[in-house]
């Protein structure tokens, strides 16, 4: 019992030492201002945690006088029967060992997934399942096996945001296309929050049914979400002024009908 008690008390000194060092390793990288991968500094600790457990339990039993040779061996022809019996189990824990060694995603990144209904916020990644913070605030629980078989976006990474917008002026002013495309082109040039060393289009593009149209496409330096779409606003906002500087007016949905008033109304109807 004098060794048992020991054993126990190693390894509960040593799994509060894990995690108290883990919490002062993320707390001095964050008050210096580094960046620090939690989800790896998470998975590491777990790992640390079930080495410390699984050899506190084999060091009990060679103390209580057990085989550790026999043990291990039943293991081994118990572990096969466990296989195929929690299959489903080992395919999640090892999905989350993927998560974790080729990390397309971490904690606080913002993922979607186009084969299934999965969009949102990354709240945790554990060794069964993952959970997802929506943006309707609703938790959302996926097992870690799916993320081996489907497609998984992460727009956290993306380097830019695009601006990809098609607008349409009237027929009666397509006189001063070509003034306003290029008037809109230099002020992309001089745009402060507009990436110049990325792909700048401006481009008369099709004739519409009640428009003419020309397309704009750009990216910006931005990749906050809210901030991309306040400067997207300047950037339309400019766009509809330009378009008002040439007295042209943006085209909305139209019919024209005419009459001829020579058609004798007496007449029958066509059929």
Known sequence: MRDISVIAILTWFLIRFVREFEKAFIRKHSRQGGSVDVTTTHALVKLVNASVFITAALVMLQTLGFSISGILAFGGIGGIAVGFAAKDLLSNFFGGLMIYLDRPFKVGDWICSSDKEIEGTVEEIGWRQTRIRTFDKR?????????????????????????????????????????????????????????????????????????????????????????????????????????????????????????????????????
């Open 139 to 271: 938790p959302l629980y996926v097992p870690n096996s799916v993320f081996a078989s489907i497609i998984v976006e992460n727009p956290s990474r993306m380097s830019h945001r695009r601006i990809y917008e098609t607008i349409g002026i009237r027929y009666d002013d397509i006189h001063s296309m070509d003034a306003i495309v290029h008037e809109v082109k230099d002020m992309l040039k001089q745009h402060e929050e507009i990436d110049q060393k990325q792909t700048m289009i401006v481009n008369f593009n099709q004739f519409s049914d009640s428009s003419v149209d020309f397309f704009v496409y750009t990216f910006t330096k931005t990749t906050n979400w809210i901030r991309f779409h306040e400067v997207k606003q300047d950037v339309l906002l400019k766009i509809s002024e330009i378009i008002e500087k040439h007295h042209a007016s943006i085209a909305y949905p139209t019919q024209v009908l005419h009459f001829d008033p020579t058609e004798n109304e007496t007449s029958p109807p066509r059929p």
